[in-house]
């Protein structure tokens, strides 16, 4: 494959134009055809690119998912908007039988990784760079909606961490954003659908050309018993949490959370809230400790845990990083970079663009072209980017992966995935958030 370069500017310009393609007023959607709806974590690197291009936008798109947020707290992963076609819709997910569920949108019944406060800072520094009616917006809102935020993270210390270990438990895949990871393979070998459960038509493989891409109908028997589990539970969380079969700690997620802490806690500084921006910092401590301690000595790695099974996970995938995200021991932090950097994952010989890969190239459950288990995500590359910027630590690694990023992105598909061996975009085309990505390195404060 030839190298393919672009000019920034052109690499803007292309990205606004997906983004503006793919909004649909007060709503982008991930993507126009085979995610036709919002979703939380694309949402909140979603208004991170409109920043950019849009204050006022980019807070729409945040009150869109917070009009959806459930009263517990919870930030549910889908609100859906008008596409009736889609599957599993809000037929599947029936969450008006929840309690805390909103009345008046339509939504799922469960959650994904915290992002949105790193967002809501990104959208602040937006309108303050602006001045003038965008920095009068933006920190209205950043002061209007912080409890609404500071809800979600109190939900999810309490209602996900019921052992205060500093680990957010999942009950579904989908949760972790991560859906068919190697992560899960042991998990859901144990997880056995006791009704017959229709898997429709599913866009997704109309969108793909090989549907080995994609997860099979057999796992996606399991991911709809474990929502038919929920639905029967009522989506109350301690239900949930004594009858699915899907139990596990999810170490990822647990470090965006602390992650996304630390930095609610600024905002709240920065709007006289001290008392609450002192709990989030403690919870941050908390989950930051949590993640430190599932770090395999051996490996380096961090792990899940499937409570049922009582287990680690020891699968090489990019959630072992997880204390590169959030900040940990040093001398763990260091280990990490350094594995990250090396030839098991960004300096493999064999990858085109020195990015992550989702999965390790030496390990056995590396499939390069299907979905989380191998190949490599421009939103997962801006995340770690932006981690390690903002912590400070292996500068050289930033700037590698962020100068491989924009040249994987020159192809201005804005792939869901990248083939990482090939460099060829995989999944849907014109993805929200890997243009919102491409343009906060081009168009944003660093660029």
């Not at 204050?55 to 549910?76: D, F, K, S, Y």
């Not at 996900?160 to 989908?174: F, M």
């Not at 040093?330 to 280990?335: F, G, I, L, M, T």
């Not at 869901?416 to 460099?423: A, D, H, R, S």
Request: glycine share 6%; charged share 25%; with cysteine.
């Amino acid at each position: 494959m030839a190298v393919i370069n672009v000019s920034r500017e052109l690499l803007a310009a292309r990205a606004a134009y997906i983004l503006r393609g793919d909004d649909l007023g007060e709503l982008t959607t991930a993507a126009p055809q085979l995610y036709p709806h919002l979703w939380s974590w694309d949402a909140a690197f979603v208004s991170i690119g409109l920043a950019t291009v849009s204050v006022p936008r980019a807070i729409a798109e945040l009150r869109t998912l917070l009009r959806a947020q459930w009263r517990n707290g919870m930030l549910p992963h889908i609100v859906f908007g008008p596409d009736v076609d889609y599957f599993p819709g809000p037929d599947v997910w029936d969450s008006a039988c929840a309690a805390a569920a909103p009345r008046d949108v339509r939504t799922s019944g469960i959650c994904q990784p915290p992002v949105h406060a790193i967002a809501v800072r990104h959208v602040l520094a937006a309108g303050r760079r602006n001045g003038g009616a965008d920095r009068e917006l933006a920190e209205r809102f950043a002061e209007g909606t912080f409890d609404r935020w500071l809800a979600w993270h109190r939900w999810l210390a309490e209602a996900r961490d019921p052992s205060r270990r500093g680990l957010l438990e999942i009950y579904h895949s989908w949760e972790s954003g991560m859906d068919n990871s190697p992560r899960w393979d042991s998990t859901y070998a144990n997880v056995a659908p006791k009704v017959d459960l229709e898997v429709r038509s599913r866009r997704d493989l109309q969108h793909v050309a090989d549907a080995s891409q994609r997860p099979t109908d057999a796992e996606y028997r399991r991911y709809l018993w474990l929502v038919h589990q929920m639905r029967e539970a009522r989506y109350d969380d301690d239900a949930v949490r004594e009858t699915v079969d899907f139990r596990i700690t999810d170490v990822f997620m647990s470090a965006i959370l602390a992650l996304a802490a630390d930095e609610l806690a600024e905002v709240g500084d920065e709007f006289g809230r001290t008392d609450e921006a002192a709990e989030l910092r403690t919870l941050a401590a908390r989950f930051r400790a949590g993640v430190l301690s599932t770090v395999s000595d051996e490996t380096g790695l961090a792990r899940d845990e499937d409570i049922r099974a009582d287990t680690w996970v020891e699968t090489e995938t990019i959630a072992g990083f997880a204390p590169l995200l959030c900040g940990a021991d040093p001398s763990v932090v260091r280990r990490q970079a350094a594995l990250l950097s090396g030839p098991q994952w960004c300096d493999h010989p064999a990858l085109r663009y020195a990015v992550p890969p989702s999965t390790s190239p030496t390990s056995p459950a590396f499939r390069p072209r299907t979905y989380w288990r191998g190949p490599q995500w421009p939103v997962m590359n801006w995340l770690f980017c932006w981690a390690l910027e903002r912590q400070g630590v292996a500068p050289a690694l930033a700037a590698r992966i962020r100068e491989d990023s924009l040249r994987q992105l020159a192809d201005l598909e804005f792939g869901e995935y990248y083939e990482p061996l090939t460099g060829e975009a995989l999944g849907s085309a014109h993805q929200s958030w890997t243009a919102a990505v491409a343009l906060d390195w081009t168009l944003g404060p660093a660029a």
